[in-house]
């Protein structure tokens, strides 16, 4: 909706405004201490004023910190000690400003000096909330005082002597995700801070399944299309490097998402070396990390080595979501986005010359019949489809298994069977069957819809 694009907006000039009460209020408490000196006693008549537009920026500022608050996950504890504690900054500069005003004191006058610790008082609880806002987006121990007695990690002298998480991916995620997701900042309840929050992942699973680069939402996200709105980082940030990626993938599948051990530990240090002295800025990754894209297990031989790349971005003009996922072979991740309303015979005059290369295909929420199906049979290399909530029934059973290299298919919520599920058990090269919210779920291991082969 429009009323809450604009609101979403709103809220983003938060922290532009909020720096306005701070001036102001500032200036009222500079002036009254000033006054004090008889030359300059004349200040004191601006102390009103500055408390009046500090008032008013404040109101400012805290409706658009609620419409902020809002559009993020932020830690509760300190979202809350900034919102009140900023709710109250306003009502004590209000408060000022009316017993500063000749009218209000005509019945009731502050004595001065009262009034100036009350001001002083001001500032402090200026400086709490500000502490509390910057804990929330530069982390809760941004102000600490332990940081003084903190020394930046030094580079090892030698590539094979970095520690693959301490010194190669912790400041990889710090730099590319750390905006949104360390600290009092979580989008998503995701924090990269540490291993264990990585772990833990956030509202789309875990961020790292160690072993299991497909299976980690940080690989699948950092590697998405940059057009597709789940592509990460967002909002326009700087995307990881081919060799950030690369060594990330590594990291998480080869290292099995170790901490504390060193290059040299392993036994394909050679092979990763080039890309870990690139993101160290001890050299330069270059072709390496294209070759070294192909990591994740072994690879189908009968796809093409190439593909002709004016046919992807011809897909991409057409409204298909393409992922280049590793070269040599070239291998491909389409996406048709759900609820796209693109008919897929739109597609149809490409899909032959990129089927072969296409080793992951997500078809899901788009109207699908099993007569629209048809170009399956040239996807022989295909190996994950999804084909979740279409109108699909037990017929599409037949077009799936003449894939013979596809070993996971989504089926959930669509008007397939139990026949089509025992058609589907009998191929060879399925594991794993998604058939969630069907008539087929019933007849599952377990209330999850998901059957292991």
Known sequence: ??????????????????????????????????????????????????????????????????????TGDYDHKLLSGHKISAILLALVSGILYLTAIPQVRRWYALPPRPFSVLLVCLVLLMAYSGHQGAGLTHGSGYLD???????????????????????????VLESKCGSCHQGGKRK?????????????????????????????????????????????????????????????????????AATGKRLSGFSDQEQVKPLIAAVLGMGDGGASAMAFSDLPGPV??????????????RLRKKGMVVRLMGHKPDRLDLTLPAGSGIPISTFAQDFPGIAKNTIWLNLSANGLKETDLGFLKNFTNLEKLRLEKNPLSDGVAGQVNALKN?????????????????????S????RIYCWHTAAAVFTPDSSGLIYR
């Open 1 to 70: 909706m429009i009323l809450l694009d604009v609101l979403t907006y709103l809220g983003h000039l938060h922290p532009l405004t909020v720096h306005l009460p701070i001036g102001f209020l500032l200036l009222a408490v500079i002036f009254n201490l000033v006054s004090y000196l008889g030359k300059y006693d004349y200040l004191q008549q601006a102390v009103s004023f500055s408390l009046l537009m500090g008032f008013i920026s404040a109101v400012l500022a805290c409706l658009l910190g609620y419409l902020l608050s809002r």
């Open 145 to 171: 005082l332990g940081i003084l007695s903190q020394h930046a990690r030094q580079l090892p002298a030698r590539v094979e002597d970095a520690l693959v998480y301490e010194d190669v991916v912790q400041p």
């Open 188 to 256: 998503g309840g995701l924090s990269t801070q540490t291993l264990a929050g990585l772990l833990k992942g956030g509202r789309s699973g875990p961020a790292v399944v160690p072993g299991r680069p497909a299976e980690s939402e940080l690989c699948r996200r950092i590697s998405l299309d940059p057009r597709d709105e789940k592509f990460m980082p967002s909002e326009g940030k700087p995307p990881l490097s081919p060799e950030e990626t690369a060594v990330l993938r590594w990291w998480i599948e080869k290292a099995g």
């Open 428 to 431: 060879a090269s399925l594991k």
């Open 300 to 313: 189908n031989p009968d796809i093409p080595d190439q593909l002709d790349m004016t046919l992807v971005e």
């Open 406 to 426: 596809l070993t996971v298919i989504n089926l959930n919520e669509t008007a397939i069977g139990k026949p089509c599920l025992d058609k589907l058990q009998a």
